[in-house]
């Protein structure tokens, strides 16, 4: 009877959510889930100049890749340079002296997992969860294993006018902006563009003004 109630608990439950309507998955998929964090003592309208290098550190499973400078990373610097400067800030030489600095890194992961669905995967043609004998402890009989490459792209706004005498540097603020990545490389930085500039519609109190 137990059984038999759990079953009809479960199929239940699969026709309710069968009402509900679907997130847009494409959609989902296609941008990058933006946080952003900042230090909320930070008087933003007090600095007024910043820097940011045309590079971008690059973080892969290989050793070799360190350093990005090609046209791609330029133009995730770019997007930087135009929110900050739409800001009211101005971008300035390393060595005059800027209020703000940048660091900006991307992360590469290839991602691999193994899931088990459970006895209920593939509604309503279910198999009974002792159809292959009883073990303890049990276990599923299949599984399925996936690989998904991510792209990660972080930004940290560090405080370089207040440097203190040992040279430590304050982070003012920083956005964190990730998720699937494909094979086509232009889609994947204008990913990573779009979520640059969602980080600054998500930080309004970043102005110079």
Do not use: E
């Amino acid at each position: 009877m137990k059984r038999n109630l759990l079953i009809f608990l479960i199929a239940a439950g699969l026709l309710t959510a069968s009402c509900r309507k679907s997130p847009d998955y494409d959609q989902l998929s296609s941008n990058f889930v933006v946080i952003t964090n900042a230090d909320t003592s930070v008087a933003f309208n007090s600095f007024k100049t910043y820097y940011i290098s045309d590079t971008i550190t690059y973080l892969s499973s290989s050793s070799k890749d360190t350093i990005l400078f090609d046209d791609n990373a330029k133009k995730l610097v770019q997007a930087v340079k135009d929110n900050m400067n739409a800001r009211g800030y101005s971008f300035v030489a390393k060595n005059n002296h800027p209020d703000i600095g940048f660091n900006l890194g991307v992360v590469k992961t290839l991602n691999v997992g193994v899931s088990y669905p459970g006895w209920w995967w593939g509604y309503p043609g279910w198999w009974d969860p002792w159809y292959w004998g009883w073990y303890y402890p049990y276990y599923y009989p299949w599984s399925i294993t996936y690989v998904v490459t991510t792209g990660t792209v972080i930004l940290d706004m560090v405080d370089l006018k207040d440097a203190n005498s040992k040279q430590q540097l304050r982070v003012l603020w920083n956005g964190y902006m990730g998720g699937a990545v494909g094979s086509d490389v232009g889609t994947n930085v204008q990913r990573g563009v779009d979520a640059i500039n969602t980080s600054f519609k998500q930080s309004p109190y970043i102005n110079a003004n």
